[in-house]
C-alpha cells in the first residue's frame, strides 16, 4: 500500500515542526549553563555589569608616562570638531572627518572641551595628542579569560576546615572538604539505592506471596506524600538517637526510595518468566535468579536510577542543612553559600565554583546516556 503525497507532505511538515520546537527548547536550556560558563571567566568588575555580555571581554588598557589609560577607537560621525594640542596650549580648529577617522587612541582625561587622548596609531600620527568629543570616542574591549577564577573557587579563600573526613584529613581548603563530602555521602547514596530498591523490586515483580500488591500499594502511596512533611520525623527520629551531625544521618534515610522500587519493578515484569523458570531448575536460588538473572538483564533501568539518585542526591540541599552543622561535615550545595554574605556576593566565584560542581553530574550522564534513554523507555512497559 502507497502513501498518499499529500500524507507524506503533512508528516514531513510534523516533523519538521517538532525538530524546531525541539531545538528552541534545547537551546533555552543550555542558555542558563552558557551563562554561568561566561560569568566564571569574567573579571570581578564586569560579572554584574549591564548590559551583560556573553563573551567575558574588558575595556582594553595602555600604559602612557605611567599613567593607565582606556584604549578608544575615533568614529567618523560626519566629521568632528576635535583641537590639536602642543605645549600644553590647544588651537580649536575644524578636523576634516578623514582625519580622525580610524584613529587607535588612548584617553588621557576628561574635560569640559572633550576626551585629551594620544593618538596610538596609524603610526604616522604616533604620539599625537588631541582633544575629541567623547560622543565619538568608542572604547576598545579585548577578550579576557580569568581562569585564576576556579583556583579561586576551589581553594575557597578564608574557609578552612579542621578534622575532616572521620579525622584523616586535620586541615584542609572548605571547598576540597565539601567536594569529598558530595562524593562520599552521593556515591553511598547511590549504591544504597539502587541495591535496596532493587531487591524491593525483585519481592514485588517475581515473588509470591500473600499481600503482596496490597503491601505494593500502600509502599506506593507514600509517593503521594510531600517529602517536606516527613523531614521533621526522620529528624527527630535521628535526634533521639544522636545521629545528627554524622555521615550516617546524610546517607541512611535516602537510601530508601519508593520511586526507585516502583521503576525498576516495571522493567523487571518485562523479562520473561521463563529464564527465571530455568534458573531455578538448575537449582538457583531466589537471590541466585536476582544476582544471574534479573540484574544483568536490567542494565537499562538501573543506569536510569543511578543517573536519578546521583543527581538528586548531588544537589540535595535542604535535607544536609537540616541533619548537619559542623563545617567538616558539609556538601557542595551547602558550601556553596561561603561565596556570599550579608551584603556582597563574588559572582564570578560562585559561577566558577557552580562549573565545578557540575562536572561528575555531567561525567555520570556520559558514562550512563547508552542505557538512559533505553531505560526511560522501557521501564514503564507493562509486564
Not at 175 to 194: D, K
Not at 234 to 259: D, E, G, H, K, Q
Request: aromatic share 12%.
Amino acid at each position: 500500500m502507497t502513501r498518499r503525497p499529500g500524507t507524506t507532505r503533512v508528516r514531513r511538515a510534523i516533523n519538521a515542526i517538532a525538530y524546531v520546537t525541539l531545538t528552541v527548547v534545547g537551546v533555552t536550556m543550555l542558555v542558563p549553563f552558557a551563562w554561568m560558563v561566561s560569568t566564571s571567566l569574567k573579571a570581578p568588575a564586569y560579572a554584574v555589569e549591564f548590559p551583560p555580555r556573553w563573551i567575558p571581554s574588558e575595556p582594553d588598557t595602555v600604559e602612557v608616562s605611567g599613567q593607565t589609560c582606556a584604549v578608544a577607537t575615533v568614529a567618523d560621525r560626519g566629521g568632528g570638531r576635535g583641537s590639536k594640542t602642543s605645549n600644553g596650549t590647544s588651537t580649536p580648529r575644524l578636523l576634516d572627518s578623514s582625519t580622525l577617522r580610524n584613529l587607535r587612541v588612548a584617553i588621557l582625561r576628561y574635560s569640559p572641551q572633550g576626551a585629551h587622548v594620544r593618538v596610538l596609531s596609524p603610526s604616522s600620527r604616533v604620539g599625537e595628542e588631541l582633544v575629541v568629543p567623547e560622543t565619538q570616542l568608542h572604547p576598545v574591549r579585548i577578550v579576557r579569560l580569568h581562569w585564576a577564577n576556579y583556583a579561586d573557587a576551589w581553594h575557597a579563600e578564608g574557609v578552612r576546615v579542621r578534622d575532616a573526613f572521620f579525622g584523616l584529613v586535620r586541615q584542609a581548603d572548605g571547598f576540597l572538604v565539601f567536594y569529598t563530602n558530595s562524593i562520599f555521602v552521593t556515591i553511598c547514596i547511590t549504591i544504597g539505592t539502587v541495591f535496596t530498591s532493587s531487591l524491593a523490586a525483585f519481592a514485588f515483580s517475581r515473588l509470591r506471596f500473600p499481600g503482596r500488591d496490597a503491601i505494593f500499594l500502600g509502599y506506593l502511596a507514600t509517593l503521594m506524600v510531600p517529602a517536606i512533611v516527613i523531614m521533621l520525623p526522620v529528624y527527630a527520629l535521628l535526634s533521639n538517637l544522636r545521629l545528627t551531625n554524622t555521615y550516617a544521618a546524610l546517607i541512611f534515610p535516602p537510601m530508601f526510595s519508593a520511586y526507585g522500587t516502583f521503576l525498576l519493578r516495571q522493567f523487571f515484569m518485562t523479562i520473561p518468566r521463563e529464564l527465571e523458570d530455568a534458573a531455578i531448575i538448575d537449582g538457583a536460588s531466589p537471590f541466585g535468579v536476582y544476582r544471574h538473572i534479573i540484574l544483568p538483564l536490567s542494565k537499562p533501568a538501573l543506569a536510569t536510577l543511578t543517573t536519578f539518585v546521583f543527581l538528586h542526591s548531588w544537589n540535595d540541599f535542604l535535607w544536609p542543612l537540616m541533619v548537619v552543622d559542623r563545617l567538616a561535615l558539609k556538601t557542595l550545595p551547602i558550601g556553596l553559600a561561603h561565596f556570599q554574605d550579608s551584603y556582597t556576593t563574588e559572582y564570578h566565584v560562585l559561577m566558577a565554583a557552580s562549573v565545578i560542581v557540575m562536572v561528575p553530574v555531567l561525567i555520570v550522564f556520559l558514562i550512563g546516556q547508552r542505557y538512559f534513554v533505553r531505560g526511560i523507555a522501557l521501564s514503564g512497559m507493562k509486564g
